[in-house]
């Protein structure tokens, strides 16, 4: 027996902080009665478990390394009915990205449908860290890499301590291509990063996820992990 949420998250329906919600919303029934409760539990084999009208069912982990081009949505489907990340995997998996890279971002994404696995990964408590080459506009001065390393105060909030260094300028073309190590994952905080620090963001591409980077692969290609790197990765989401 396991709390709900958990359950409903290890078969990769949703995050367990958006089961919660579901939860609580009424969205969940266990054996034909609705749970409401954070509290509850069950178990994926004897009980029926359904998630807004849809029976789920116990699978087996799967986890994927795709290369996302740019110009594809972090998402397993799309109103707009433009590509998503799923379109380069098994139609038969039902799986969804390890966060997000924006539509404009290529690189490293961990696919999965173990829930549990991707809260770890995903959740800036465990400082997993994540590696960009952002190509910038303009290049950056020691004091701008010296900001990045303290936190850069963004309009919501301030960014944890990052490292920073220019691997490359062009001064006649006016622009530099910038390594920089994260451990947080807000939304478009490595833009947002650089734009407030007065270096608009012209091409992104994260090349490390953890110890996942791009060796091997062109962009649109996947791989499944192998399961030492899946238990790695396990073992770096610490606190």
């Known amino acids: 027996m396991e709390r709900l949420q958990k359950v409903i998250a290890n078969a990769g329906i ?9 939860i609580e919303e009424g969205k969940v029934t266990v054996n034909g009665n609705v749970v409401k ?3 509850a539990k069950a178990d994926i084999y004897n009980d029926e478990i359904v998630v807004e009208g849809v029976p789920i069912e116990k699978e087996e982990p799967v986890y994927y390394l795709l290369y996302k081009p740019a110009g ?3 998402s397993v489907k799309d109103e707009s009915d433009r590509k998503v990340v799923t379109d ?3 139609a038969d998996k039902r799986i969804y990205p390890v966060g997000r890279l924006d539509y404009d971002t290529a690189g490293v994404l961990i696919m999965t449908n173990d829930g549990d696995f991707a809260n770890k990964l995903m959740h800036p408590k465990y400082k997993v860290e994540k590696t960009y ?4 506009e303009g290049i950056p001065t020691r004091e ?3 900001k990045i390393s303290r936190g850069v105060q963004l309009e919501d909030f301030k960014t944890a301590p990052a490292f920073a260094k220019v691997r490359k300028s062009d001064a006649k073309k006016g622009t530099a291509i910038v390594e920089l190590t994260i451990h947080e994952g807000r939304n478009r905080q490595v833009r947002r990063m650089f734009e407030a620090l007065g270096y608009p963001v012209l091409k992104l591409k994260r090349e490390r996820y953890g110890i996942l980077d791009l060796k091997g692969l062109n962009a649109g290609e996947y791989r499944e992990l192998k399961p030492h790197e899946v238990k790695k990765l396990r073992e770096s989401a610490v606190t």
């Open 14 to 22: 949703t995050s367990r902080r958006k089961a919660e919600k579901l």
């Open 37 to 39: 409760e954070l509290g």
């Open 72 to 74: 594809v949505i972090s």
């Open 88 to 90: 380069f995997l098994p």
């Open 133 to 136: 080459f952002a190509k910038v």
């Open 144 to 146: 701008a890499i010296q």
